[in-house]
């Protein structure tokens, strides 16, 4: 009987183990059809310091972002900087997002370096366009120049980020009160 239950604990921290290591590469995406503002308790206004044009917690807004970068600073000539939380930031494996501009913006994507990995001139005649960009060593954010005034100017929507392996220490965790788990049904039986 006790054999039996310490074959199963261990099959239970196995399994934990390997369902731990296998967990990865998860597809996040904010498409901001919540009602606003419950984009910002989601994953990319929890992990990035996008905001809404509007004021954070405002309710303004339908399906889709007026971008801003929450710097405080609004006009020509200002650059939009969005980062990503920094251990976020360097999970990611892909960045994926459309834009709507009102006059020829361009758009830079940083990898986990602040190497520049895509840059991209939006058409105004297109309506939404998508970039989208793999990285090795994660994303960092992007940035949106452009000759006018962006934000207030500029809508996003679809962002979509795929995730790299669960974070390790998570996979610890699980792995330990696996383990913790048979300690546990031993102590009992003996
Ligand atoms: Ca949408
Ligand atoms: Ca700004």
Redesign the pocket.
Known sequence: MAIKLIMSAITLAVTTLVLSSNVNAATLVE???APFPQWESDWLGLNSNIENFYGVGSPQGA??LWIADGDGIVGVNEVVEINFERTFGLSLTSFSIDIDTFFDTSIKVYDGSGGVILDFIFDISQGYENVSILSANGISGFSLFGPRQIEGNTAI??VVVTTAVIPAPAAVWLFGSGLLGLFAVIRRKV
């Open positions: 498409d901001f059809s399906d889709y929507d679809n």
